[in-house]
Structures are given as structure tokens and as C-alpha cells.
């Protein structure tokens, strides 16, 4: 009973502070008994289940969102989704200057004989010859930019042919394997436990100075996307100090989303906020919810950031220009971020393997994701989330600033 007891209330805990606890008993275990090398075995099932459930899951996400997607959205639509796809590139650019400017690498193992890419040619060869392949071995080889390709195709098949019901029964599909998912992150306290320890044990507590150089280049290329860029993409189209709406839009939304960590489970309190602002509901009851999609500023940011360092640390030489090109790969992967705790992380072994890095090599900077997590994970939900209303209210202002003009 006293045990029923004490996981009932390690359940009732927030989920980001049983990571920090997590690793607190890491960290502590791998500086007292380093010799205890059970302890990792829970890091290395925790990175495996992982590496066995996510092609699956990106593969019905990404099928479940493109078969369901609406028609005919309109202007005003238009504007937010063009604003949307464009801040998302430009985070993603704001972290391929900040990963050439303050380069960064991780503990991985395993990286001796990781192959380079010889050219921008052989780049695109790979990409091609690994689209194309068969996607019953792509799933199964976690080949990503193959299961990204015929996912595509998947759904737009779906959307011209399939009836409802059938559209529907893929969505409970992805929500199957979101679950699944969800139960797998619920374990990750354990699984980042015996990854910590591993760490320490090995490399004592230097380890956590390469983790925080690659959380303050995660969380600064953020921070610029969203107090520069975004302010200036809104203040090119209203003309007027964007600022007032972005610091509202951050205090009301991103805070709670802070905690939350989830863009889905802030659905509400945006709506709210829209409210609270004057907008028209027809819009942005579907703007919103359109938002914690496809607006992944912080997707895109943890998705090249996190590449970037892997193929550092495993020596592949990128040039600038592949990097660009990753740029817009990370941009197509962050809107298929699934909705749970640290979605974008799943999405690493994707961009991963444009450069022809294996699987294996990119789970483990996952589990390093997972890790600095506790903070990367909720500044990225905030930022992201916050973004949905931010870019809403602009594009609701930009439309009655132009009928405005129209009806003088």
C-alpha cells in the first residue's frame, strides 16, 4: 500500500520535474558509485524504445495531418500560414548562424567511422537515393527523409480518394502512436537517470559544460528569432511597434505553454487571449489550433542546432550551403513535430541522415534532447505557442488595416 502510495504521487508530479529529479540521482550516483554499470541500462532501453516507436509515429502524423487538412482557407489565412512558414525559416536560419558562429559538439559514442558527404553533389545523390527507398524498410531503418517522401504521398492519396471514416481511422492511428509515445516519455526521468550517470561516470561532471554550451545556443538562436525577427516581420506588414503585442502575447501565452510544454494543451488559453484582443473567432478558432502545427520557430531551432552538433562531433564537414539546405529541410520536418513533451527531438534522426548519419548516433543526441529538455523543451513550447497569437493578431490587424484602405 505505502508503495501504490509513493507512485501515485511520483505520477501526480509535473513530468519536466521528475527529469530534474532524474537527474539530480544521475548525477549523484555517477560521482559516488561509477562502478554500478546496471544504472545505464535504463538510459540505453529508454533511447531504444524511442529509436523502435518514432519512424512509425512520424510516419502517421505525418500522413493523419496532410489527409485531413481543410480547403479554401481564404486571405486572411493566407497571410498567417505564409507568416508562420516564414518565421520558421528564418529560425531555422538564425540557428545555422549561431551553429557556424558558436559551434558546439556532444558525448556520443560510436563516431569513428561516421562517413562525410564529399560534396553538395553527394549530398543531394543521398537524399535522392534515400527518398526513394522502400517504405517498409525506410520504417524499419528509420530512414527518414524515405518516410517523410511517401508519408507525403500517403496523404495526399488519402485526401483525393479516401472517405471520411477512413481519414478518420488514420487519425486514431496517430493518436495511438502519440500515446504510445507519451507513455515511453512518461519513463524518460529513468531513461535520462541511467544517460546521466553514464556521462558522469565516464566523463564526471564536465559533462554538463558541453550541455550547457548546446542549450544557450538552442535557447539564444530562439530568444532572436522571437524579439527580433518576428517583431520585424509584423512591423513590415502593420507599419506600427510590434513589441506591446509580442510582450502580451508572451506573458499570457508563453508562460503557461512554459510550464505546460505542450502548443496543443495551450489551444485554450490562446483562445482566450484572442478574445481578449478583439479578433474575430471564425479566424482564429482555426488559426490557432493551424498554429500548433505548422508555427515551429523552436522546432526548427532544436532540429538544426541538434544536427548541426551531431555532425560536428562525429566530424562531418558541413558547408555553409548544405546548411542553408538543412535550413529548409528542418523548416518541412518542424511543421510534422508531433504534439507530445519534446516532439521536435524525434525529428533529429531525419535531418540526421541528409548527411548520411546513422540512426543509432542520432538517437543518442535524443537522449541528450531529452536531457537539457527541462529547459529547452519549455522555452521552445513558449515560444512557439505565444508565436501562434502573435502572428494571428497580425494577420488579423493586416486584413482590417488593407479593407480599411479599400473602403476610403
Keep these: 500500500m505505502t508503495f501504490i502510495k509513493v507512485f501515485s504521487k511520483w505520477s501526480e508530479m509535473s513530468l519536466m520535474l521528475r527529469i530534474l529529479v532524474g537527474l539530480i540521482i544521475g548525477t549523484i550516483l555517477g ?45 486572411r489565412f ?20 549561431g551553429s557556424f558562429l558558436f559551434p558546439v559538439t556532444m558525448q556520443l559514442s560510436d563516431v569513428a567511422d561516421q562517413a562525410s558527404p564529399g560534396s553538395l553533389t553527394d549530398v543531394f545523390v543521398n537524399l535522392l537515393s534515400n527518398m526513394v527507398s522502400n517504405p ?29 471514416p477512413t481519414i478518420d481511422m488514420v487519425q486514431d492511428f496517430s493518436d495511438v502512436f502519440t500515446y504510445i509515445v507519451n507513455w515511453i516519455i512518461q519513463c524518460a526521468p529513468f531513461g535520462i537517470m541511467g544517460l546521466v550517470f553514464v556521462s558522469v561516470s565516464e566523463t564526471g561532471l564536465e559533462v554538463f559544460t558541453t550541455y550547457g554550451h548546446l542549450l544557450m545556443l538552442l535557447v539564444g538562436c530562439m530568444l532572436v528569432n522571437t524579439l527580433v525577427f518576428n517583431p520585424l516581420i509584423s512591423y513590415l506588414m502593420l507599419h506600427s511597434n510590434p513589441y506591446p503585442l509580442l ?30 484582443l478583439g479578433l474575430d473567432e471564425e479566424f482564429y478558432s482555426v488559426s490557432i489550433p493551424l498554429g500548433s502545427a505548422i508555427n515551429m ?24 550551403a548544405s546548411a542553408l539546405f538543412l535550413g529548409i529541410i528542418a523548416t518541412l520536418a518542424a511543421c510534422g513535430a508531433s504534439g ?20 543509432d548516433i542520432a538517437m543518442q543526441a535524443v537522449a541528450v534532447g531529452f536531457i537539457i529538455g527541462v529547459v529547452q523543451d519549455s522555452v521552445e513550447t513558449a515560444l512557439n505557442s505565444s508565436g501562434d497569437v502573435f502572428f494571428t493578431a497580425t494577420a488579423e490587424y493586416y486584413d482590417r488595416k488593407k479593407n480599411e484602405k479599400l473602403n476610403k
Excluded at 37 to 51: E, M, N, P, Q, R
Design 31 to 75: 560521482l559516488v558509485v561509477p562502478q554500478w554499470h546496471g544504472i545505464g541500462i535504463l538510459g540505453t532501453v529508454f533511447v531504444s524504445a524511442l529509436k523502435a516507436v518514432a519512424p512509425i509515429l512520424v510516419a502517421v502524423l505525418i500522413i493523419a495531418s496532410i489527409a485531413k487538412a481543410g480547403k479554401g482557407l481564404g486571405p
Design 78 to 97: 493566407s497571410v498567417v500560414i505564409s507568416r508562420y512558414l516564414l518565421s520558421t525559416f528564418i529560425a531555422a536560419l538564425c540557428a545555422v548562424v
Design 136 to 164: 517498409i524498410v525506410s520504417i524499419s531503418n528509420g530512414n527518414y527523409i524515405g518516410i517523410l517522401f511517401w508519408s507525403i504521398l500517403v496523404g495526399l492519396a488519402l485526401k483525393i480518394t479516401a472517405s471520411q
Design 247 to 276: 510582450f502580451t502575447c508572451l506573458k499570457e501565452s508563453g508562460l503557461q505553454a512554459f510550464f505546460t510544454r505542450s502548443s496543443a494543451a495551450n489551444i485554450p488559453v490562446n483562445m482566450e487571449l484572442c478574445q481578449k
Design 297 to 320: 520557430d523552436g522546432a526548427a531551432v532544436t532540429i538544426t542546432v541538434m544536427t548541426l552538433a551531431v555532425a560536428n562531433t562525429v566530424g562531418v564537414d558541413v558547408s555553409f
Design 340 to 359: 507530445v513533451a519534446g516532439g521536435s527531438l524525434l525529428l533529429v534522426p531525419m535531418a540526421c541522415s541528409f548527411f548520411n548519419i546513422s540512426s
